[in-house]
Nanobody, 117 residues
């Protein structure tokens, strides 16, 4: 049973920064793709960024140049650096992973990011 646990969310003013972390446990295999999605109130869950075990990244246009996804040194860890945050970035951010490719198969419980104007 693969479990993903996120941390690092919180309340920040517009223009500020946060760093989200995610670690997977219970997996005997490497999650080739890990990533972050987010869901704002009343909206569908949307892609933020994904990264492969070979460090190939993919970003939503809305976060390019502001957010950076990276893999950790420990297997099946992933980070999301959020800079120049905007109120529209407010959402629950979910960490996900997949053994092979998207769509992601495993999900965390989510961490709230709130950006005040």
């Amino acid at each position: 049973q693969v479990q993903l646990v996120e941390s690092g969310g919180g309340l920040v003013q517009a223009g500020g920064s946060l760093r989200l972390s995610c670690a997977a446990s219970g997996s005997i295999f490497t999650l080739n793709v890990m990533g972050w999605y987010r869901q704002a109130p009343g909206k569908q869950r949307e892609l933020v960024a994904t990264i492969t075990s070979g460090s190939i990244t993919n970003y939503a246009d809305s976060v390019k140049g502001r957010f950076t996804i990276s893999r950790g040194n420990y297997r099946n860890t992933v980070y999301l650096q959020l800079n120049s945050l905007k109120p529209e970035d407010t959402a629950v951010y979910y960490c996900g992973g997949s053994r092979y490719r998207t769509p992601l198969d495993y999900w965390g419980q989510g961490t709230q990011v709130t950006v005040s104007s």
